[in-house]
């Protein structure tokens, strides 16, 4: 019996100095750690305390104070490697990086940096994304938008750079969706403008295939959201070309109306004279001759037009 007891004694004394001596070798890596990261070695650091905290946690109760000294600055460190990495524009390992960051952090009980990083991460795939769409390689921005999109769906910025990528790629109906979402969040004017373009486009191309209903149509959603005049004048175009004249009419008045300064305003005062004329009203023929009279290019063929009537 006494033997045992001498040899449990030897044991324990053993394990005590043990114990020690691995506290101090703690001790030592965090105190390495700390003097690499007062030199800016974030790397090293993180490693140095990463290690530290594991020799701590196996000390026991001798290591809970260092094992909290820890787990306090590791998240930190990390968040700044991350930044470090998102500065030289290492996008995807940034985001690697700020989700370990984010992952320690909530297990050490570091709520703050990891809602920092958390919030973050949306603006790293935001610069991502604006980097891909500079370059040209569309597909690859709106993935990345995309992802922006799923953590917020509701923010305007993203959704309007998803529609200039997806413009990009030639995938205009995509575009015109992705547009509109932005516009329901805060990109109303740029988006709407967009939108108006695409329509534009649209029906100069139909006007040009003498796909006049085509034209008309897409001319029609340019000016909604777009408020561009020559929307009006395309559509004037294919109704006249289509044989609506009447309608043609109404859509060049229309665009009178919203561009009277416009350098084709006399030209097209003249078409729309001689549209009435053509349908026995003279009387509304006058007045746009009349319209047309001051044109210096047009202005010869209106009072041409104007004495004929009389």
Excluded: H, W
């Amino acid at each position: 019996m006494k033997k045992i007891l001498v040899s449990l004694a030897a044991l324990f004394a053993a394990a005590t100095m043990l114990s020690a001596q691995s506290m101090a070798d703690a001790t030592e890596t965090a105190k390495l750690a700390n003097e690499s990261l007062s030199t800016g070695d974030l790397t090293t650091a993180l490693a140095g305390f990463q290690e530290a905290l594991k020799m701590a946690e196996a000390c026991g109760d001798e290591g809970l104070e260092l094992v909290e000294t820890c787990k306090g600055i590791i998240p930190r460190i990390m968040s700044n490697v991350a930044s470090g990495l998102l500065k030289e524009n290492k996008f995807e390992e940034a985001i690697a990086k700020y989700q370990e960051t984010i992952a320690a952090a909530k297990e050490y009980g570091d709520e703050d940096t990891a809602a920092k990083a958390e919030a973050i991460i949306p603006q790293i795939y935001s610069k991502q994304g604006s980097s891909l769409l500079r370059a040209k390689e569309f597909e690859a921005a709106v993935a990345v938008f995309d992802k922006v999109l799923e953590s917020d769906p509701d923010n305007g910025n993203a959704a309007f750079q998803k529609g200039e990528a997806l413009r990009g790629a030639g995938k205009t109906d995509e575009a015109i969706e992705a547009y509109k979402l932005a516009a329901a969040n805060g990109q109303e004017k740029n988006a709407n403008a967009r939108i108006g373009n695409i329509y534009l486009s649209a029906a100069q191309a139909s006007l040009t295939a003498k796909k006049f209903a085509d034209a008309i149509t897409a001319a029609k959603s340019a000016y909604e959201y777009g408020n561009n005049p020559n929307a009006l004048y395309l559509a004037g175009r294919a109704a006249q070309s289509a044989g609506k004249n009447a309608e043609a009419i109404d859509f060049y008045e229309q665009f009178l109306e919203a561009a009277p300064d416009n350098k084709n305003a006399g030209a097209i005062a003249l078409q729309v004279g001689a549209l009435y004329q053509q349908a026995k009203n003279n009387a509304k023929a006058k007045e746009f001759y009349q319209k047309a009279v001051s044109d210096p290019k047009y202005g010869a063929d209106a009072q041409k037009a104007l004495s004929a009537l009389k």
